[in-house]
RNA sequence: GGGUCGUUAGCUCAGUUGGUCAGAGCGUCUGGUUUACACCCAGAAGGUCGGGGGUUCGAGCCCCUCACGACCCACCA
């Protein structure tokens, strides 16, 4: 980060242009390290960054370069401030896309049943990202299938990269990092340790959320919910009082009549007083079951009597543990019906359910419906109902409750006790800064609304293994109690290669012996301590105490969709490990919305690719658009605002050529027109000096609030207007054609060189390229590292005259354009006479800048009187000849 | 059902403690060869600020209510 290091020769251009300012200035930035960070520092001085890093499956979409655009202005204003900025960004490389990817990539999956195979070449490089069949997919082991992963991953974080310099990020790239790689497994591992031996981790067999393609357990994070077409059957049970009576329930889910346990009603329900306490038998299969009181059931649903079936839905859960109900399960990992259901008693139930064995869900719906149709046990026509059904985010199949050993990370799920972890973890989400601060509901919302606490175990091949073992007994049985931990200095390890200590392999799955976990902790478990990772949290030793340098970070941006994984688990993780915050600041970005105001669908987005609108708009007018947008809100994908950023990049060019090409009076050492304050004289120079200590303080306050779109919407107006007005109006005088003579162009070119130094740093953070490339026309170094401008010198420089002087001046001037345009004349047209009326103080202003007014006019005769209105008004125009048209001389 | 955000010119959006706040850009229209810029310049037209109440001397701005949209959560018998 050097203001001295050698710049490429600079000249003005004739005809400026954006193209190849990308490419040019990404390799002087990188080749000088101007984005690195500096490690002799302190905490005070740094402003540290937790960069999302992005998902390595495929191709970055237009919502990245958005938000990530965003962030960066916010950075480059902190660097300008004087901040040493410590900027990594990291891939997310572990977990399940990342593993989708590479199957459909490769034409391959995982089966962890096979041997590796050395120098194994796929099948095929470069399939589509459609989902292939998995028929098609070549069988591989589980080694094989996680080098073919890396291999992928680093494909992807190369073009990632490629269009992250094309877009002008200030990212330190020596500080990028890998969630899947060596280091950050280790980290992952040891932060879990930690929470075991915190009792933060602890495992536990119960029903969870499962998926069947897939088959891995899901968080509650992970899901959603999807509206799906069900139906209500009416399906009768019958007493066992003796009168044989019925008792109709309705249920949308028939195929688990085989796993009902109980029926249950509300304890107040009239309806159902009779029965609490007896028992009924469940059609079909003839298993009696009681029927039960509970609060949670429903009167007015249904029938105000539901199954309870171990396990329909969450409910059923609930049922099942507060009524100490047995488990009958039908669904197994793989989403079909288990072969055996021996608590059915009859052998009619079971010649039935040897029907459904084997069938999935869907096919199982379908054959009890005819049973039961069969049987006369349904009642009337099933009635369809559209309903919410939940899904895993990356799956197509309806999640199935599961009953399995995982492993669980507190989260305050189940602690809601006054005090305790939930509350503390709400205390941390007020305790950040939000940027906007409403997105704090999104989190506490979440926060208050957990039923349980993180699984984080998931039965996948790719990620970071837990690093376990479990003891196996004397008949060969697993001992889950018996867990075996690595020590940390161990780490990484992988339990199915790694030996635990005081073993030997020989012993692996032997009685008497030890098994692997043979689980991956879920990709938000490692991605949860991101700033532990980027800051080297488990390498303090070998990286200068980085950690404590950059440590709680300064800002997290991000998307609002994952607050309530990425942003929430975060925040678990520092709490448990560093009880600290993760970050001061958190910054918000929206969605990209398609033109008709729905989400940017992934066809859309793919269609659109960011590399493709670099090149089309300038990386520039790309960047214009996101710091358009403010924080937090969706934006429309529009084109338009990105070719007006690239208007104002090409303006910044050419008005700047045009304002350093006066003259060279005053000059600095080198011969170069200088910044000099002591020779702005004029009062129209010293007012665009004050309007412009006004822009800063706007600009400021803007982005010290992390508003980049604040700030950008006080700088471009004024830049406009010193473009259309103040530089046509000094122009002749900048020339030296004015009766100011030397000293009012001196004067005028000061105030150019001022203004246009101050709103090239204004401009640097959304308008990168450009702003560099003007910079280096005239000054050394980077505009990237010069220091963020002050209003105070620019307010001296004003010597205390009135900022509104230059918009009275250009009000006048639109005045005087008017005349022409009315006439439909050439503005070149002179104006013979002219009498212009204003009011008392705006009169004095037009007085001071008479020369220039007239100079851009062309006016002749100029006479400026007081007006009775508050407006300006010209009067007794007459205008001249316009200038004889000729063909413009091609120089 | 609960929560959050939004509804301002044809389009995309500003409008921060209620008092030039009815704005910008794009688009449209009318003009202009103006040696920085045709990837340009000048000018014009366009809105009862979603509806209805209320508070106030005064309300896009505050309160209530309704409608619509987006997102999150809950429900999902």
Redesign the pocket.
């Known amino acids: 980060m050097t203001d001295t290091a050698p710049r490429p020769d600079s000249t003005i251009p004739d ?5 190849g300012l990308e490419e040019k200035w990404d390799s002087v930035w990188s080749e000088q390290d101007l984005y690195a960070f500096d490690p002799e520092t302190t905490r005070d001085q740094v402003f540290s960054v937790d960069t999302p890093p992005p998902t390595a499956s495929g191709a970055l979409h237009v919502g990245h370069v958005f938000g990530y655009s965003q962030a960066d202005m916010i950075v480059r204003y902190q660097r300008m401030r004087g901040k040493n900025v410590f900027y990594p960004l990291g891939w997310d490389d572990n977990g399940l896309p990342t593993e989708r990817r590479a199957q459909n990539y490769y034409g391959v999956r995982c089966d962890p049943s096979l041997p590796y195979e050395e120098g194994f070449t796929p099948p095929q490089e470069g399939g589509s990202n459609k989902s292939s069949k998995a028929a098609n997919q070549l069988p591989i082991s589980r080694r094989n299938f996680i080098e073919l992963c890396e291999q992928l991953t680093a494909l992807d974080e190369k073009s990632f990269e490629d269009v992250f310099r094309a877009l002008g990020l200030s990212v330190d790239w020596d500080h990028s990092y890998q969630t899947i790689n060596s280091a950050s497994r280790a980290t992952s591992q040891r932060a879990f340790l930690e929470n075991l031996q915190q009792g933060q981790a602890y495992q536990s067999e119960a029903p969870t959320m499962w998926d069947v393609t897939y088959r891995t357990a899901v968080a ?2 992970e ?3 999807r509206e799906r077409e ?1 139906a ?1 059957h009416r399906i009768g049970f019958t007493r066992t009082d003796g009168t044989g009576e019925a008792v109709f ?5 028939p195929e688990l009549l085989p796993a009902c346990v109980a029926l ?3 304890p107040d329900d009239e309806r159902y007083q009779g029965l609490f306490g007896s028992t009924v038998t469940s059609p079909l299969f003839g298993v009696e079951v009681p029927v039960m009181a509970h609060p ?4 007015d ?7 309870i079936c171990t396990f ?5 859960v609930t049922w099942w543990r507060e009524l100490s109900l047995p488990t009958r399960s039908v669904v197994g990992r793989d989403g079909r019906f288990l072969p055996e259901a021996p608590w059915i008693s009859t052998e009619e139930g079971q010649a039935r359910y040897a029907e459904l064995a084997g069938l999935t869900v869907f096919s199982a719906q379908k054959r009890v419906v005819e049973m039961v149709t069969e049987s006369g046990d349904l009642v009337g026509e099933p009635e369809k ?1 559209m ?4 899904f895993y985010e990356n799956g197509d199949k309806p999640l199935e409750f599961v009953t399995s050993r995982q492993w669980y990370l507190t989260n305050g799920g189940r602690d809601q006790s006054e005090g305790g972890l939930r509350d503390e973890l709400i205390a941390r989400g007020a305790e950040l800064t939000w940027h ?1 601060a ?2 704090e ?2 989190y ?3 926060v ?4 349980g606490d993180w699984l984080i175990s998931r039965q996948r091949f790719y990620g970071v293994p837990f690093p376990l073992w479990y003891a196996v007994g004397a008949e060969g049985e697993t001992d889950h109690d018996t867990v075996l931990t690595p020590p940390i200095e161990a780490l990484p390890i992988d339990p199915t290669t790694d030996v635990p200590a005081g073993f030997t392999e020989s012993q692996r799955n032997q009685p008497g012996g030890f098994t692997a976990d043979p689980d991956i902790l879920d990709t938000w478990a490692t991605s949860s301590l991101t700033p532990q990772l980027a800051g080297g949290w488990n390498s303090q030793a070998d990286s200068d105490g980085l950690f404590d340098k950059v440590y709680p970070m300064d800002l997290r941006p991000q998307g ?2 994952i ?2 994984t990425w942003l929430f688990s975060t925040i678990v993780r520092s709490h448990l490990q560093q009880d600290s915050l993760p970050w001061k600041h958190a910054s918000i970005n929206g ?1 990209i ?1 398609d ?5 940017m669908s992934k066809s859309k987005g793919n269609v659109v690719t960011p590399i493709g609108l670099l090149q089309q708009h ?1 990386s520039d007018g790309v960047r214009y658009w996101a710091g ?3 924080q ?5 994908f ?1 084109e ?2 990105m ?2 950023g ?2 104002l990049a ?2 910044i060019l ?6 350093l ?1 006066f003259g060279s009076a005053p000059a600095d050492p080198a011969g170069r027109l200088a910044a000099d304050p002591a020779v702005v004289t004029d009062p129209l120079d010293r007012a665009l000096l004050a309007e412009l200590a006004q822009v800063v303080e ?1 600009a400021t306050a ?1 982005f010290d609030d992390m508003d980049y ?2 700030s950008l ?1 006080a700088v ?2 004024f830049f ?1 207007a010193f ?3 103040y ?2 109006l000094v ?1 002749e005088r900048a020339h030296g054609n004015s009766p100011a003579g030397e000293a009012g162009a001196a004067s005028a070119r000061a105030a150019l060189a001022i203004t246009l130094e101050v709103l090239l740093r204004l401009f640097a953070p959304v308008v990168v390229f450009a702003t560099e490339e003007v910079w280096s026309w005239w000054r050394d170094g980077s505009v990237h590292t010069q220091a963020w401008p002050q209003a105070a010198p620019l307010r001296e420089a004003a010597a205390g005259q009135d900022a509104a002087l230059v918009d009275t001046v250009a009000q006048a ?3 005087l ?2 005349l ?9 047209t002179p104006i013979l006479r002219v009498r212009v009326e204003a009011p008392q103080q705006a009169l004095a202003h037009l007085e001071a800048a008479a020369a220039d007014l007239t100079a851009l006019g062309r006016i002749e005769q100029l006479e400026l009187v007081v007006g009775e209105g ?1 407006e300006i008004l010209t009067r007794d125009v007459e205008l001249g000849e ?2 004889v ?5 091609q ?1």
């Open positions: 005809r400026p242009s954006l193209e509650q994070a899901q959603e919910d069900g209500y329930i309705e249920t949308t889910r249950v009603a509300h949670l059931a429903q009167p649903k249904g029938a105000g009597i539901a199954m329909g839905d969450s409910n059923d109902v309903h919410p059904v939940k906007p409403y997105m509901s999104r506490r919302n979440w208050e609304g957990l039923t609002h969709d607050i309530r969605w919305l033109p008709d105001r729905k989400k300038g358009r947008a403010r937090g809100v969706d934006t429309a529009d338009g605002q070719k007006i690239r208007r090409i303006k050419n008005a700047s050529k045009f304002a090409g706007q803007a779109a604040r919407e471009e107006p406009w473009c259309d007005d530089i046509e122009k001037a639109i005045t354009r008017r022409k345009s009315d006439a439909k004349v050439s503005q070149k508050e316009p200038p048209k000729q063909p413009r001389s120089g």
